[in-house]
């Protein structure tokens, strides 16, 4: 079964055409990033024009990449939230008229679900029967949030962030320190060398028990603007240490900070829930420093790791596709698509 795959939920242009849910045969990812880095953020009028423009030219590039005509694709999958509402309607608009034009079964994916869906993106990986229930770590710009797999289709949400998503957190800590946008990969590069434990930031809800809003353990749940205002208090006083040499210390406290606070309620989460395995999927998984801390979490817990491959980590249509196809494959019926979905839950 082939799957022609649409993502345009924020910045990044992508179609993908994946073979029964699993084999990707073509994948291809127009990014904006150069158009909104003088910004310093994603620029939604920006990233609808562009997405305007790339949208045919990545489509064709898809389905000739994966060696495929028009008229072999089986079904047409595209993101219909969450995201940006004027980035979304591109996607969809060019999906319907494509679903339209070639009389094909037309179904709409959940952002999300993509993200938690790519790690079986990686043929080494068993099918998804084999590895659920798992604990995934969805930890995006946009998102954070822990999350019950028990199948495809089935999740639960257990925990999320109560402001800030991390990679906004990562963003935001590297504006005020004068790096570069996307802020993740830029601290990753400046905390090369630095002192993870120089500086002790808070990792942000660290003990008391009860219920957040929406009913959910505080104690799974995670907070970020400690974070950032302990790092703008710190350079408030202390201007200096971006120009003395204590950059590289700065970074590297920040970000430990902030991935220390994701281990502590991925840890906990895992055992209470008792399974044996664990994933991280979205853009701040490609995190060298993450995946080591990862690593060592699984030999702690004696469980198994699967991190999404680095290169359906961020924004990418495979992952839609992919969704669409094993959704497919285990008899669920195509989702409608009736509009676009800015706040779409999970399920």
Known sequence: MLVLGIETSCDETAAAVVRDGREVLSHIVLSQVAAHRPYGGVVPEIASRAHVEAVAPVLNDALEKAGAHWDEVDQIAVTHGPGLASSLMIGVT???????????????????????????????????????????????????????????SEYQLLGQTLDDAVGEALDKGATLMGLGYPGGPEIEKAAVGGDPGRYPFPRGLRGGRGEVAGGLPRERCFSYSGLKTSLLYVLRDHPEHLTNGELPHLAASYQEAAFDALLDRLERVVREEGVKHFACVGGVAKNKRLRAKLEDLADRLDAELHVAPMTYCTDNAAMIAGVAGAHAMHGLPPTPVDDVHPNLPLY
């Open 94 to 152: 060019a999906a319907r008229a494509l679903a339209l034009r070639l009389n094909k079964p037309l179904t709409g994916v959940n952002h999300l679900a993509g993200h938690l869906y790519s790690v079986f993106l990686d043929p080494a990986i068993g099918e998804p029967e084999s590895v659920c229930p798992m604990i995934v770590l969805l930890v995006t710009g946009g998102h954070t949030m822990l999350i019950r797999m028990d199948s495809v």
